[in-house]
Protein backbone atom coordinates (compact mmCIF):
# COMPACT_ATOMS: atom_id res chain seq x y z
CA UNK A 1 0.00 0.00 0.00
CA UNK A 2 2.56 2.43 0.82
CA UNK A 3 4.17 1.94 -2.60
CA UNK A 4 0.87 2.33 -4.38
CA UNK A 5 0.29 5.60 -2.51
CA UNK A 6 3.90 6.95 -3.01
CA UNK A 7 4.93 6.03 -6.22
CA UNK A 8 2.36 3.49 -7.51
CA UNK A 9 5.25 1.78 -8.92
CA UNK A 10 5.00 -2.06 -7.34
CA UNK A 11 7.23 -4.95 -8.07
CA UNK A 12 6.01 -8.49 -8.49
CA UNK A 13 6.29 -9.94 -4.95
CA UNK A 14 4.82 -13.59 -5.68
CA UNK A 15 8.68 -14.69 -4.65
CA UNK A 16 8.91 -12.69 -1.83
CA UNK A 17 5.40 -13.98 -0.44
CA UNK A 18 6.32 -17.69 -0.84
CA UNK A 19 9.71 -17.34 0.72
CA UNK A 20 7.83 -15.50 3.76
CA UNK A 21 5.63 -18.33 3.70
CA UNK A 22 8.37 -20.42 4.19
CA UNK A 23 10.35 -18.73 6.84
CA UNK A 24 7.15 -18.36 8.99
CA UNK A 25 5.35 -21.64 8.69
CA UNK A 26 8.89 -23.58 9.12
CA UNK A 27 9.93 -21.81 12.39
CA UNK A 28 6.27 -22.14 13.59
CA UNK A 29 6.69 -26.00 13.01
CA UNK A 30 10.07 -25.72 14.58
CA UNK A 31 8.49 -23.95 17.62
CA UNK A 32 6.26 -26.35 18.25
CA UNK A 33 7.99 -29.32 17.96
CA UNK A 34 10.80 -28.08 20.47
CA UNK A 35 7.78 -27.19 22.61
CA UNK A 36 7.00 -31.21 22.57
CA UNK A 37 4.11 -31.33 20.47
CA UNK A 38 3.99 -33.56 17.51
CA UNK A 39 3.86 -31.44 14.64
CA UNK A 40 4.03 -32.69 11.11
CA UNK A 41 6.29 -31.71 8.24
CA UNK A 42 5.80 -28.92 6.55
CA UNK A 43 5.07 -29.50 2.86
CA UNK A 44 5.63 -27.76 -0.32
CA UNK A 45 1.52 -27.83 -1.08
CA UNK A 46 1.20 -26.01 2.40
CA UNK A 47 3.77 -23.52 1.17
CA UNK A 48 2.37 -23.19 -2.08
CA UNK A 49 -1.49 -23.05 -0.54
CA UNK A 50 -0.09 -19.81 1.81
CA UNK A 51 1.70 -18.12 -0.71
CA UNK A 52 -1.42 -18.18 -3.27
CA UNK A 53 -3.47 -17.06 -0.09
CA UNK A 54 -1.38 -14.06 0.59
CA UNK A 55 -0.79 -12.82 -3.31
CA UNK A 56 -4.55 -12.49 -3.64
CA UNK A 57 -4.71 -10.33 -0.75
CA UNK A 58 -2.18 -8.30 -1.54
CA UNK A 59 -3.26 -8.33 -5.02
CA UNK A 60 -6.23 -6.26 -3.79
CA UNK A 61 -4.40 -3.51 -2.01
CA UNK A 62 -2.30 -3.26 -5.67
CA UNK A 63 -4.90 -3.78 -7.74
CA UNK A 64 -8.01 -2.58 -6.20
CA UNK A 65 -7.56 1.17 -7.28
CA UNK A 66 -6.61 2.59 -3.58
CA UNK A 67 -4.10 5.08 -5.56
CA UNK A 68 -5.30 5.09 -9.58
CA UNK A 69 -9.31 4.84 -10.40
CA UNK A 70 -10.82 4.72 -6.81
CA UNK A 71 -8.82 7.80 -5.62
CA UNK A 72 -9.34 9.49 -8.28
CA UNK A 73 -13.12 9.62 -7.21
CA UNK A 74 -12.13 11.99 -4.10
CA UNK A 75 -13.30 16.04 -4.02
CA UNK A 76 -9.28 16.39 -3.30
CA UNK A 77 -7.99 14.97 -7.23
CA UNK A 78 -11.17 16.68 -8.51
CA UNK A 79 -9.70 19.96 -7.59
CA UNK A 80 -5.90 19.50 -8.61
CA UNK A 81 -7.83 18.22 -11.84
CA UNK A 82 -9.00 21.72 -11.83
CA UNK A 83 -12.33 22.84 -10.71
CA UNK A 84 -13.00 24.89 -14.05
CA UNK A 85 -11.49 22.25 -16.47
CA UNK A 86 -13.86 21.39 -19.11
CA UNK A 87 -15.70 17.82 -18.27
CA UNK A 88 -14.19 17.62 -14.63
CA UNK A 89 -17.96 18.50 -13.59
CA UNK A 90 -19.25 20.25 -10.49
CA UNK A 91 -19.89 17.50 -7.73
CA UNK A 92 -18.28 14.75 -10.17
CA UNK A 93 -16.59 13.29 -7.09
CA UNK A 94 -16.99 10.69 -3.76
CA UNK A 95 -15.23 10.81 -1.03
CA UNK A 96 -13.24 7.85 0.15
CA UNK A 97 -15.14 5.47 2.96
CA UNK A 98 -14.58 1.83 4.33
CA UNK A 99 -18.07 0.79 3.48
CA UNK A 100 -18.52 1.40 0.07
CA UNK A 101 -14.97 0.81 -0.88
CA UNK A 102 -15.52 -2.66 0.59
CA UNK A 103 -18.85 -3.18 -0.96
CA UNK A 104 -17.30 -2.71 -4.37
CA UNK A 105 -14.57 -4.81 -3.75
CA UNK A 106 -16.49 -7.70 -3.04
CA UNK A 107 -18.94 -6.84 -6.02
CA UNK A 108 -16.10 -6.61 -8.89
CA UNK A 109 -13.28 -9.01 -7.39
CA UNK A 110 -14.70 -11.93 -6.96
CA UNK A 111 -16.36 -12.35 -10.57
CA UNK A 112 -12.24 -12.54 -12.04
CA UNK A 113 -12.21 -15.51 -9.88
CA UNK A 114 -14.61 -17.50 -11.96
CA UNK A 115 -14.27 -15.86 -14.95
CA UNK A 116 -11.59 -18.82 -16.91
CA UNK A 117 -11.84 -21.63 -14.81
CA UNK A 118 -13.53 -24.09 -16.94
CA UNK A 119 -10.34 -23.02 -19.10
CA UNK A 120 -7.82 -24.35 -16.64
CA UNK A 121 -6.90 -27.77 -18.12
CA UNK A 122 -6.85 -25.88 -21.60
CA UNK A 123 -4.13 -22.96 -20.99
CA UNK A 124 -1.73 -24.92 -18.20
CA UNK A 125 -1.73 -28.75 -20.16
CA UNK A 126 -3.13 -28.61 -23.28
CA UNK A 127 -1.35 -25.10 -24.43
CA UNK A 128 1.43 -25.80 -21.99
CA UNK A 129 1.62 -21.65 -21.33
CA UNK A 130 5.08 -21.19 -19.01
CA UNK A 131 3.48 -18.62 -16.94
CA UNK A 132 7.27 -17.72 -15.47
CA UNK A 133 6.10 -15.69 -12.54
CA UNK A 134 4.28 -18.94 -11.58
CA UNK A 135 6.76 -21.17 -12.48
CA UNK A 136 9.61 -19.45 -10.60
CA UNK A 137 7.37 -19.36 -7.47
CA UNK A 138 6.84 -23.19 -7.93
CA UNK A 139 10.72 -23.82 -8.26
CA UNK A 140 11.43 -21.52 -5.58
CA UNK A 141 9.22 -23.51 -3.47
CA UNK A 142 10.15 -26.90 -4.75
CA UNK A 143 13.78 -25.76 -4.29
CA UNK A 144 12.90 -24.86 -0.54
CA UNK A 145 11.49 -28.52 0.54
CA UNK A 146 14.41 -31.10 -0.54
CA UNK A 147 16.85 -32.43 2.03
CA UNK A 148 19.86 -29.57 0.90
CA UNK A 149 17.39 -27.15 1.14
CA UNK A 150 18.02 -26.66 5.11
CA UNK A 151 20.72 -25.07 5.12
CA UNK A 152 20.03 -22.32 2.39
CA UNK A 153 16.86 -22.05 4.18
CA UNK A 154 18.26 -21.03 7.46
CA UNK A 155 20.45 -18.71 5.79
CA UNK A 156 17.84 -16.94 3.97
CA UNK A 157 15.86 -16.50 7.14
CA UNK A 158 18.70 -15.07 9.06
CA UNK A 159 19.25 -12.55 6.51
CA UNK A 160 15.49 -11.93 6.62
CA UNK A 161 15.04 -11.33 9.64
CA UNK A 162 18.49 -9.61 10.04
CA UNK A 163 17.47 -6.91 7.19
CA UNK A 164 13.99 -6.85 8.84
CA UNK A 165 15.20 -5.43 11.88
CA UNK A 166 17.42 -2.78 10.73
CA UNK A 167 14.85 -1.32 8.34
CA UNK A 168 12.11 -1.01 11.25
CA UNK A 169 14.79 0.34 13.10
CA UNK A 170 15.70 2.84 10.99
CA UNK A 171 12.34 4.01 10.35
CA UNK A 172 12.39 4.20 13.89
CA UNK A 173 15.23 5.91 14.10
CA UNK A 174 14.47 8.87 11.15
CA UNK A 175 10.89 9.38 12.71
CA UNK A 176 12.55 11.18 15.76
CA UNK A 177 14.01 14.28 12.86
CA UNK A 178 10.58 14.93 11.01
CA UNK A 179 9.29 17.16 13.65
CA UNK A 180 7.74 19.37 10.48
CA UNK A 181 7.36 20.03 6.84
CA UNK A 182 10.30 18.85 4.96
CA UNK A 183 11.91 17.34 7.43
CA UNK A 184 14.45 14.50 8.12
CA UNK A 185 16.45 12.50 6.43
CA UNK A 186 13.88 11.55 4.00
CA UNK A 187 14.61 15.58 2.80
CA UNK A 188 18.66 15.22 2.52
CA UNK A 189 20.13 17.39 -0.20
CA UNK A 190 22.64 14.78 -0.75
CA UNK A 191 23.44 16.17 -4.61
CA UNK A 192 23.43 20.14 -3.13
CA UNK A 193 20.71 21.90 -2.52
CA UNK A 194 19.83 23.05 -6.01
CA UNK A 195 19.39 18.86 -7.08
CA UNK A 196 17.08 19.18 -3.66
CA UNK A 197 15.02 20.94 -5.23
CA UNK A 198 14.71 19.85 -8.27
CA UNK A 199 13.99 16.17 -6.32
CA UNK A 200 17.33 15.23 -7.07
CA UNK A 201 17.99 13.56 -3.33
CA UNK A 202 18.75 9.92 -1.79
CA UNK A 203 15.59 10.14 0.24
CA UNK A 204 16.98 6.72 2.67
CA UNK A 205 14.23 4.94 2.25
CA UNK A 206 14.63 1.06 2.75
CA UNK A 207 11.49 0.00 1.00
CA UNK A 208 12.75 1.70 -2.61
CA UNK A 209 15.91 0.09 -2.19
CA UNK A 210 14.49 -3.30 -1.33
CA UNK A 211 11.99 -2.53 -4.61
CA UNK A 212 15.11 -1.70 -6.05
CA UNK A 213 17.11 -4.92 -5.36
CA UNK A 214 13.74 -6.95 -7.03
CA UNK A 215 13.67 -4.83 -10.12
CA UNK A 216 15.60 -5.50 -13.16
CA UNK A 217 18.44 -3.09 -13.83
CA UNK A 218 16.48 -1.70 -16.76
CA UNK A 219 13.46 -0.64 -14.68
CA UNK A 220 15.70 1.27 -11.81
CA UNK A 221 18.03 2.69 -15.36
CA UNK A 222 14.47 3.43 -17.05
CA UNK A 223 13.29 5.30 -13.84
CA UNK A 224 16.28 7.66 -13.44
CA UNK A 225 16.26 8.20 -17.45
CA UNK A 226 13.31 9.57 -17.07
CA UNK A 227 13.75 11.79 -13.82
CA UNK A 228 16.87 13.36 -15.45
CA UNK A 229 14.74 14.05 -18.56
CA UNK A 230 11.72 15.60 -16.69
CA UNK A 231 13.02 17.10 -13.16
CA UNK A 232 16.30 17.95 -14.93
CA UNK A 233 15.49 19.42 -18.37
CA UNK A 234 11.82 19.52 -19.19
CA UNK A 235 10.23 20.96 -16.09
CA UNK A 236 13.17 23.34 -15.97
CA UNK A 237 12.76 24.83 -19.11
CA UNK A 238 8.88 24.80 -19.55
CA UNK A 239 8.48 26.71 -16.10
CA UNK A 240 10.96 29.34 -17.73
CA UNK A 241 7.98 30.14 -20.40
CA UNK A 242 5.43 31.10 -17.42
CA UNK A 243 3.86 33.67 -18.78
CA UNK A 244 4.22 32.58 -22.62
CA UNK A 245 3.12 29.20 -22.58
CA UNK A 246 0.64 29.70 -19.73
CA UNK A 247 -0.33 32.86 -17.46
CA UNK A 248 2.47 33.35 -14.87
CA UNK A 249 -0.64 34.20 -12.28
CA UNK A 250 -2.29 30.76 -12.45
CA UNK A 251 -0.13 28.22 -9.66
CA UNK A 252 2.02 25.77 -10.56
CA UNK A 253 -0.54 23.40 -9.65
CA UNK A 254 -2.95 24.16 -12.04
CA UNK A 255 -3.82 21.34 -15.31
CA UNK A 256 -3.45 24.83 -16.95
CA UNK A 257 0.46 25.46 -15.58
CA UNK A 258 3.18 23.44 -15.49
CA UNK A 259 1.32 20.23 -13.61
CA UNK A 260 -0.98 19.80 -16.85
CA UNK A 261 2.36 19.24 -18.89
CA UNK A 262 3.84 16.70 -16.24
CA UNK A 263 0.07 14.97 -16.14
CA UNK A 264 -0.52 15.06 -19.71
CA UNK A 265 2.80 14.11 -21.06
CA UNK A 266 2.85 10.86 -18.25
CA UNK A 267 -0.09 9.88 -19.82
CA UNK A 268 1.06 9.95 -23.49
CA UNK A 269 3.85 7.78 -22.88
CA UNK A 270 1.65 5.26 -20.12
CA UNK A 271 -0.81 5.41 -23.27
CA UNK A 272 2.12 5.16 -25.94
CA UNK A 273 3.64 1.97 -24.10
CA UNK A 274 0.38 0.16 -23.21
CA UNK A 275 -1.11 0.10 -26.86
CA UNK A 276 1.91 -1.11 -28.38
CA UNK A 277 2.64 -3.71 -26.02
CA UNK A 278 -1.88 -4.32 -26.02
CA UNK A 279 -1.31 -4.89 -29.60
CA UNK A 280 1.63 -7.01 -29.37
CA UNK A 281 0.30 -9.01 -27.37
CA UNK A 282 -2.77 -9.66 -28.91
CA UNK A 283 -1.07 -10.48 -32.43
CA UNK A 284 1.46 -12.85 -30.47
CA UNK A 285 -1.92 -14.31 -28.51
CA UNK A 286 -3.49 -14.69 -32.48
CA UNK A 287 -0.67 -16.41 -34.25
CA UNK A 288 0.11 -18.77 -31.20
CA UNK A 289 -3.15 -20.19 -31.04
CA UNK A 290 -3.31 -20.29 -34.76
CA UNK A 291 -0.29 -21.98 -34.78
CA UNK A 292 -1.30 -24.60 -31.90
CA UNK A 293 -3.79 -25.37 -34.28
CA UNK A 294 -2.02 -26.18 -37.10
CA UNK A 295 0.36 -28.57 -35.00
CA UNK A 296 -3.07 -29.88 -33.58
CA UNK A 297 -4.01 -31.01 -36.27
CA UNK A 298 -1.06 -32.16 -37.95
CA UNK A 299 -0.94 -34.41 -35.00
CA UNK A 300 -1.16 -38.32 -35.40
CA UNK A 301 0.49 -39.48 -32.17
CA UNK A 302 -0.72 -39.28 -28.87
CA UNK A 303 0.33 -36.83 -26.69
CA UNK A 304 1.38 -38.92 -24.20
CA UNK A 305 3.77 -40.56 -25.70
CA UNK A 306 6.05 -37.63 -25.74
CA UNK A 307 5.41 -36.66 -21.93
CA UNK A 308 7.69 -37.56 -19.18
CA UNK A 309 6.50 -39.76 -16.02
CA UNK A 310 6.32 -36.97 -13.75
CA UNK A 311 4.41 -34.72 -16.15
CA UNK A 312 1.99 -37.05 -16.46
CA UNK A 313 1.83 -37.60 -12.65
CA UNK A 314 1.37 -33.39 -12.17
CA UNK A 315 -1.90 -33.32 -15.56
CA UNK A 316 -3.41 -36.30 -13.58
CA UNK A 317 -3.57 -34.81 -10.30
CA UNK A 318 -4.18 -31.29 -11.69
CA UNK A 319 -7.30 -33.13 -13.58
CA UNK A 320 -8.04 -35.66 -10.98
CA UNK A 321 -9.29 -32.11 -8.53
CA UNK A 322 -11.50 -31.06 -11.20
CA UNK A 323 -14.03 -27.38 -10.56
CA UNK A 324 -17.19 -28.48 -11.82
CA UNK A 325 -18.12 -26.35 -14.99
CA UNK A 326 -21.51 -25.52 -13.70
CA UNK A 327 -20.34 -24.30 -10.06
CA UNK A 328 -17.60 -21.70 -12.10
CA UNK A 329 -20.46 -20.64 -14.31
CA UNK A 330 -23.01 -20.42 -11.49
CA UNK A 331 -20.80 -18.42 -9.58
CA UNK A 332 -19.93 -15.95 -12.23
CA UNK A 333 -23.23 -15.35 -13.46
CA UNK A 334 -24.68 -14.90 -9.75
CA UNK A 335 -21.95 -12.38 -8.76
CA UNK A 336 -22.38 -10.59 -11.98
CA UNK A 337 -25.89 -10.22 -11.12
CA UNK A 338 -25.31 -8.88 -7.58
CA UNK A 339 -22.61 -6.52 -9.11
CA UNK A 340 -25.00 -5.08 -11.60
CA UNK A 341 -27.34 -4.42 -9.20
CA UNK A 342 -25.48 -3.15 -6.85
CA UNK A 343 -22.64 -1.23 -8.54
CA UNK A 344 -25.16 1.35 -10.28
CA UNK A 345 -26.95 2.00 -6.72
CA UNK A 346 -23.16 2.98 -5.62
CA UNK A 347 -22.58 5.33 -8.61
CA UNK A 348 -25.69 6.10 -10.37
CA UNK A 349 -23.71 8.10 -13.45
CA UNK A 350 -22.51 4.64 -14.82
CA UNK A 351 -25.98 2.65 -15.85
CA UNK A 352 -26.84 -0.54 -15.49
CA UNK A 353 -26.71 -1.58 -19.04
CA UNK A 354 -22.82 -0.54 -19.10
CA UNK A 355 -22.38 -3.27 -16.65
CA UNK A 356 -24.26 -5.59 -18.24
CA UNK A 357 -21.99 -5.74 -21.34
CA UNK A 358 -18.68 -5.20 -19.22
CA UNK A 359 -19.46 -8.81 -17.72
CA UNK A 360 -20.55 -10.26 -21.23
CA UNK A 361 -17.04 -8.95 -22.46
CA UNK A 362 -15.09 -10.03 -19.39
CA UNK A 363 -14.51 -13.61 -20.11
CA UNK A 364 -13.10 -12.87 -23.35
CA UNK A 365 -10.72 -9.89 -22.42
CA UNK A 366 -9.97 -12.16 -19.54
CA UNK A 367 -8.68 -15.14 -21.64
CA UNK A 368 -6.64 -12.97 -24.17
CA UNK A 369 -4.93 -11.29 -20.88
CA UNK A 370 -4.47 -14.32 -19.21
CA UNK A 371 -3.13 -16.12 -22.32
CA UNK A 372 -0.74 -13.32 -22.95
CA UNK A 373 0.65 -13.47 -19.58
CA UNK A 374 1.43 -16.81 -20.15
CA UNK A 375 3.79 -16.20 -23.11
CA UNK A 376 5.38 -13.17 -21.84
CA UNK A 377 4.60 -12.48 -18.02
CA UNK A 378 2.95 -9.34 -18.74
CA UNK A 379 -0.21 -8.43 -17.23
CA UNK A 380 -2.00 -5.90 -19.73
CA UNK A 381 -4.93 -6.10 -17.20
CA UNK A 382 -4.43 -1.94 -16.27
CA UNK A 383 -4.73 -1.42 -20.07
CA UNK A 384 -7.91 -3.31 -20.86
CA UNK A 385 -9.56 -0.55 -17.76
CA UNK A 386 -7.35 1.94 -19.47
CA UNK A 387 -9.85 0.96 -23.00
CA UNK A 388 -12.90 0.99 -20.74
CA UNK A 389 -11.68 3.70 -19.15
CA UNK A 390 -11.90 5.75 -22.52
CA UNK A 391 -14.90 4.27 -23.77
CA UNK A 392 -17.22 4.56 -21.39
CA UNK A 393 -16.12 8.53 -20.71
CA UNK A 394 -16.98 9.12 -23.98
CA UNK A 395 -20.28 7.13 -23.97
CA UNK A 396 -21.97 8.62 -20.51
CA UNK A 397 -21.27 11.97 -21.45
CA UNK A 398 -19.91 15.19 -19.75
CA UNK A 399 -21.80 15.17 -16.56
CA UNK A 400 -21.26 11.62 -15.74
CA UNK A 401 -18.16 10.79 -18.11
CA UNK A 402 -15.48 10.85 -15.42
CA UNK A 403 -17.30 9.12 -13.00
CA UNK A 404 -18.88 6.28 -15.03
CA UNK A 405 -15.12 6.00 -16.93
CA UNK A 406 -13.91 5.48 -13.62
CA UNK A 407 -15.46 2.55 -12.13
CA UNK A 408 -16.10 0.90 -15.35
CA UNK A 409 -12.18 0.53 -15.89
CA UNK A 410 -12.00 -0.39 -11.93
CA UNK A 411 -14.32 -3.16 -13.21
CA UNK A 412 -13.11 -4.37 -16.44
CA UNK A 413 -9.34 -4.32 -14.89
CA UNK A 414 -10.45 -6.00 -11.84
CA UNK A 415 -11.62 -9.00 -13.40
CA UNK A 416 -9.17 -9.35 -16.04
CA UNK A 417 -6.55 -8.48 -13.46
CA UNK A 418 -8.13 -11.29 -11.17
CA UNK A 419 -8.27 -14.04 -13.42
CA UNK A 420 -4.84 -14.00 -14.78
CA UNK A 421 -3.09 -13.63 -11.30
CA UNK A 422 -4.90 -16.80 -10.53
CA UNK A 423 -4.04 -18.78 -14.06
CA UNK A 424 -0.53 -18.14 -12.34
CA UNK A 425 -0.97 -19.64 -9.49
CA UNK A 426 -2.92 -23.02 -11.29
CA UNK A 427 0.70 -23.24 -13.18
CA UNK A 428 2.12 -23.27 -9.32
CA UNK A 429 -0.38 -25.68 -8.35
CA UNK A 430 0.45 -27.87 -11.07
CA UNK A 431 4.23 -27.91 -10.66
CA UNK A 432 4.42 -28.18 -6.68
CA UNK A 433 1.58 -31.22 -7.05
CA UNK A 434 -1.07 -28.57 -5.16
CA UNK A 435 -4.60 -29.81 -5.85
CA UNK A 436 -6.61 -26.71 -7.68
CA UNK A 437 -9.37 -26.67 -5.93
CA UNK A 438 -7.59 -25.68 -2.83
CA UNK A 439 -5.83 -23.16 -4.79
CA UNK A 440 -9.22 -22.04 -5.96
CA UNK A 441 -10.54 -21.35 -2.00
CA UNK A 442 -7.23 -19.95 -0.83
CA UNK A 443 -7.26 -18.01 -3.91
CA UNK A 444 -10.90 -17.00 -2.31
CA UNK A 445 -10.31 -16.50 1.20
CA UNK A 446 -7.21 -13.97 -0.06
CA UNK A 447 -9.47 -11.79 -1.88
CA UNK A 448 -12.00 -11.91 0.82
CA UNK A 449 -9.37 -10.91 3.12
CA UNK A 450 -7.99 -8.08 0.64
CA UNK A 451 -11.49 -6.55 0.00
CA UNK A 452 -11.50 -6.37 4.04
CA UNK A 453 -7.62 -5.93 5.15
CA UNK A 454 -7.23 -3.41 1.86
CA UNK A 455 -9.67 -0.72 2.61
CA UNK A 456 -9.00 -0.88 6.51
CA UNK A 457 -5.01 -0.23 5.63
CA UNK A 458 -5.63 2.45 3.19
CA UNK A 459 -7.94 4.64 6.02
CA UNK A 460 -4.88 4.19 8.36
CA UNK A 461 -2.41 5.94 5.78
CA UNK A 462 -5.48 8.43 5.12
CA UNK A 463 -6.09 9.68 8.27
CA UNK A 464 -2.79 9.34 9.47
CA UNK A 465 -0.92 10.91 6.17
CA UNK A 466 -1.45 13.89 3.46
CA UNK A 467 -2.52 11.35 0.96
CA UNK A 468 -2.31 12.97 -2.48
CA UNK A 469 -0.20 16.06 -1.66
CA UNK A 470 1.97 16.78 -4.43
CA UNK A 471 4.60 18.06 -2.90
CA UNK A 472 4.23 15.29 0.19
CA UNK A 473 5.76 11.84 0.51
CA UNK A 474 2.40 10.44 -0.75
CA UNK A 475 2.04 11.76 -3.60
CA UNK A 476 -0.81 9.37 -5.45
CA UNK A 477 0.33 10.04 -9.11
CA UNK A 478 -1.71 7.75 -10.51
CA UNK A 479 -5.18 9.17 -9.24
CA UNK A 480 -4.65 12.55 -10.80
CA UNK A 481 -3.22 10.70 -14.22
CA UNK A 482 -6.94 8.20 -14.13
CA UNK A 483 -9.12 11.36 -13.68
CA UNK A 484 -7.48 13.42 -16.15
CA UNK A 485 -7.43 10.38 -18.72
CA UNK A 486 -11.32 10.18 -17.89
CA UNK A 487 -11.12 14.06 -18.39
CA UNK A 488 -9.38 13.77 -22.04
CA UNK A 489 -12.13 10.98 -22.84
CA UNK A 490 -14.78 13.23 -21.97
CA UNK A 491 -13.59 16.51 -23.46
CA UNK A 492 -10.99 15.64 -25.92
CA UNK A 493 -7.83 17.06 -26.92
CA UNK A 494 -9.36 20.94 -25.26
CA UNK A 495 -8.60 19.86 -22.06
CA UNK A 496 -4.38 20.14 -22.56
CA UNK A 497 -2.32 23.41 -21.77
CA UNK A 498 -0.95 25.10 -24.65
CA UNK A 499 1.63 23.20 -26.51
CA UNK A 500 1.07 20.39 -24.48
CA UNK A 501 -0.58 18.10 -27.57
CA UNK A 502 2.93 18.80 -29.86
CA UNK A 503 4.34 17.25 -26.49
CA UNK A 504 2.03 14.92 -26.05
CA UNK A 505 2.19 13.40 -29.48
CA UNK A 506 6.30 13.44 -29.32
CA UNK A 507 6.32 11.30 -26.59
CA UNK A 508 3.63 8.91 -27.80
CA UNK A 509 6.01 8.29 -30.60
CA UNK A 510 8.78 8.26 -28.50
CA UNK A 511 7.16 5.60 -26.33
CA UNK A 512 6.28 2.68 -30.02
CA UNK A 513 9.42 3.21 -31.65
CA UNK A 514 11.40 2.66 -28.25
CA UNK A 515 9.49 -0.40 -28.02
CA UNK A 516 9.58 -1.46 -31.52
CA UNK A 517 13.74 -1.13 -31.42
CA UNK A 518 13.60 -2.67 -28.09
CA UNK A 519 11.69 -6.27 -29.86
CA UNK A 520 13.38 -5.90 -33.68
CA UNK A 521 17.09 -5.37 -32.54
CA UNK A 522 19.48 -8.02 -31.17
CA UNK A 523 19.52 -8.80 -27.34
CA UNK A 524 22.36 -7.05 -26.65
CA UNK A 525 21.41 -3.53 -27.64
CA UNK A 526 17.43 -4.27 -26.97
CA UNK A 527 17.75 -5.45 -23.71
CA UNK A 528 19.29 -1.42 -22.86
CA UNK A 529 16.29 0.38 -24.43
CA UNK A 530 14.62 2.09 -21.71
CA UNK A 531 11.14 1.37 -20.71
CA UNK A 532 8.68 4.13 -21.70
CA UNK A 533 6.34 2.83 -18.96
CA UNK A 534 8.99 3.28 -16.17
CA UNK A 535 10.14 6.30 -17.60
CA UNK A 536 6.84 7.82 -17.14
CA UNK A 537 6.57 7.50 -13.32
CA UNK A 538 8.93 10.25 -12.12
CA UNK A 539 7.81 12.42 -14.69
CA UNK A 540 5.02 13.16 -11.69
CA UNK A 541 6.39 11.75 -8.81
CA UNK A 542 10.19 13.25 -8.76
CA UNK A 543 13.61 11.69 -9.14
CA UNK A 544 14.34 10.58 -5.45
CA UNK A 545 12.83 7.41 -5.44
CA UNK A 546 14.59 6.20 -8.89
CA UNK A 547 17.91 7.18 -6.96
CA UNK A 548 16.63 4.86 -4.09
CA UNK A 549 15.83 1.99 -6.47
CA UNK A 550 18.99 2.66 -8.55
CA UNK A 551 20.82 2.60 -5.01
CA UNK A 552 19.53 -0.99 -4.92
CA UNK A 553 20.01 -2.01 -7.95
CA UNK A 554 23.63 -1.33 -7.35
CA UNK A 555 23.78 -3.13 -4.76
CA UNK A 556 22.45 -6.16 -6.78
CA UNK A 557 25.57 -5.55 -9.20
CA UNK A 558 28.23 -5.56 -6.55
CA UNK A 559 26.49 -8.59 -4.83
CA UNK A 560 26.81 -10.83 -7.85
CA UNK A 561 30.24 -9.20 -8.85
CA UNK A 562 31.62 -10.48 -5.26
CA UNK A 563 29.51 -13.95 -4.58
CA UNK A 564 26.86 -14.10 -7.32
CA UNK A 565 25.83 -18.30 -5.82
CA UNK A 566 24.95 -16.29 -2.20
CA UNK A 567 23.32 -13.36 -4.20
CA UNK A 568 21.35 -15.29 -6.40
CA UNK A 569 19.30 -16.86 -3.16
CA UNK A 570 20.10 -14.43 -0.36
CA UNK A 571 18.63 -11.15 -2.64
CA UNK A 572 14.64 -12.25 -2.81
CA UNK A 573 15.27 -12.65 1.58
CA UNK A 574 17.10 -9.39 2.08
CA UNK A 575 15.12 -7.24 -0.28
CA UNK A 576 11.73 -8.84 1.28
CA UNK A 577 12.81 -7.73 4.73
CA UNK A 578 14.09 -4.14 3.43
CA UNK A 579 10.93 -3.76 2.57
CA UNK A 580 8.70 -5.43 5.13
CA UNK A 581 10.73 -4.08 7.99
CA UNK A 582 9.91 -0.45 6.56
CA UNK A 583 6.43 -1.10 6.12
CA UNK A 584 6.10 -2.35 9.47
CA UNK A 585 7.29 0.85 11.09
CA UNK A 586 4.00 2.45 9.14
CA UNK A 587 1.38 0.64 11.50
CA UNK A 588 3.29 2.94 15.01
CA UNK A 589 4.14 6.01 13.49
CA UNK A 590 0.22 6.25 11.71
CA UNK A 591 -0.88 5.85 15.43
CA UNK A 592 1.68 8.16 16.99
CA UNK A 593 0.60 10.18 14.25
CA UNK A 594 -3.51 9.60 14.64
CA UNK A 595 -2.88 10.56 18.29
CA UNK A 596 -1.19 14.15 17.46
CA UNK A 597 2.61 12.81 18.75
CA UNK A 598 4.65 14.93 16.97
CA UNK A 599 8.54 14.05 16.72
CA UNK A 600 11.09 16.23 18.93
CA UNK A 601 13.56 17.45 16.30
CA UNK A 602 13.03 19.03 12.58
CA UNK A 603 16.34 18.23 10.94
CA UNK A 604 15.99 20.66 8.03
CA UNK A 605 18.74 22.06 5.13
CA UNK A 606 17.93 25.59 3.90
CA UNK A 607 19.81 28.17 1.63
CA UNK A 608 21.61 31.00 3.83
Same mark, same amino acid.
Given at each position: ??????????????????????????????????????????????????????????????? !??????????????????????????????????????????? %????????????????????????????????????????????????????????????????????????????????????????????????????????????????????????? %???? !???????????????????????????????????????? !?????? +??????????????????????????????????????????????????????????????????????????????????????????????????????????????????????????????????? $????????????????? +????????????????????????? $? %?????????????????????????????????????????????????????????????????????????????????????????????????????????????????????????????????????????????????????????????
Amino acid at each position: MKLNLTTGLVPNLNVSAALLAYVLLKGWTELVHKAGFIATPFTRQENTVVQTCAVACYSIAVG !GGFGSYLLGLNKRTYEQAGVDTEGNVSGSYKEPGIGWMTGFLF %VSSFVGLLALVPLRKIMIIDYKLSYPSGTATAVLINGFHTPKSDKMAKKQVHGFMKYFSISFLWGFFQWFYTGGAQCGFSQFPTFGLKAWQNSFYFDFSMTYVGAGMICSHIVNLSLLLGA %VLSW !GVMWPLIGDLKGKWFPSSLPESSMKSLNGYKVFISIALLL !GDGLYN +FVKILLFTAKSMVNRMKDKSRDTYPETQNRSIDELQRNELFMRERIPIWIALLGYSLFAVVSIIIVPIMFPELKWYYVVVAYILAPSLSFCNAYGAGLTDMNMAYNYGKVALFVLSALAGKDSGVVAGLVG $CGLIKSIVSISSDLMHD +FKTSHLTLTSPRSMLLSQAIGTAIG $C %VVAPLTFFLFYKAFDIGNPEGEYKAPYALIYRNMAILGVEGFSALPRHCLQLCYAFFGFAIIANLIRDLSPKKIGQWIPLPMAMAVPFLVGAYFAIDMCVGSLVVFLWHKLNSAEASFMIPAVASGLICGDGMWILPSSILALAKLKPPICMAFKPR
